[in-house]
Nanobody, 124 residues
Framework: QVQLVESGGGLAQAGGSLRLSCAAS????????MGWFRQAPGKEREFVAA????????FYADSVKGRFTISRDNAKNTVYLQMNSLKPEDTAVYYC?????????????????WGQGTQVTVSS
């Protein structure tokens, strides 16, 4: 089992940047595919980005492609989400998730473990 704790959320202006971190504890971090998802009020949880176990492959939702970057540091048991050129529609609770499989999925139902979430609010 792995425990996930997100940090780095907060308030940003449109066009600004934030970096989210997700620290993992428990079993070997490098054996998990990691993903970021978000959920805005009244909306379903949606995929944002995911990264393979080695970090060699990354995947993004079309809505964040070119603005967000996912990365991981397996030595530090941490995955990051660098968010640039933020827009008001990026406002949501952001969740870190871990999947024990080798395939990188973009659907939240495939992920086994979740953090508690961190709020990101972007003002116009």
């Amino acid at each position: 089992q792995v425990q996930l704790v997100e940090s780095g959320g907060g308030l940003a202006q449109a066009g600004g940047s934030l970096r989210l971190s997700c620290a993992a504890s428990g079993r070997t971090f490098s054996s998990y595919v990691m993903g970021w998802f978000r959920q805005a009020p009244g909306k379903e949880r949606e995929f944002v980005a995911a990264i393979s176990r080695s970090g060699s492959s990354t995947f993004y939702a079309d809505s964040v492609k070119g603005r967000f970057t996912i990365s991981r540091d397996n030595a530090k048991n941490t995955v990051y989400l660098q968010m640039n050129s933020l827009k008001p529609e990026d406002t949501a609770v952001y969740y870190c998730a871990a999947d024990q499989g080798a395939v990188v999925y973009t659907t939240f139902r495939n992920y086994d473990y979740w953090g508690q979430g961190t709020q990101v609010t972007v003002s116009s």
